[in-house]
């Protein structure tokens, strides 16, 4: 069973399913340049830690990068010196923004919060994966 300040929570076991975490270190990334693809991103990324996911979206009809993307970290750790290392800095002539990406279906809430944090630790200290 999870907890959450003493508490038990339910967590949805489909989460884990969708491919990208639900619970998790996930960055946006805005400003890229029209050059920067998911490899270059990833590549970049990488060095502040184990990166599960970077992602790129196209425009469905012209095929052409949207302009931002998506970098999801293994920990919390690594993605908090990415937004330090990186926020800023230009990557291929342009400076990026990074920051963390906001939840899906949510009014304005970001990934990083504590209670995201609490949910990764607890899940690392017991090694379960939901």
Not at 85 to 90: E, F, S, T
């Amino acid at each position: 069973m999870i907890q959450l300040h003493g508490k038990p929570i339910r967590v949805h076991p489909s989460a884990q399913e969708k491919g990208t975490p639900e619970v998790g270190a996930n960055l946006f990334v805005g400003n890229l340049d029209p050059q920067v693809d998911e490899k270059s991103l990833y590549d970049t990324f990488s060095a502040f830690g184990t990166v599960l996911h970077a992602g790129v979206p196209k425009d469905a009809e012209t095929g052409q990068p949207k302009g931002y993307g998506f970098v999801n970290y293994a920990e919390f750790e690594a993605s908090d010196a990415a937004i330090e290392g990186m926020n800023g800095q230009y990557l291929c002539n342009r400076p990026v923004t990074v920051n963390y990406a906001f939840k899906k279906d949510t009014k304005g809430e970001r990934h990083g919060s504590e209670a995201e944090r609490l949910l990764a630790a607890q899940r690392k200290r017991h090694g379960t994966n939901f």
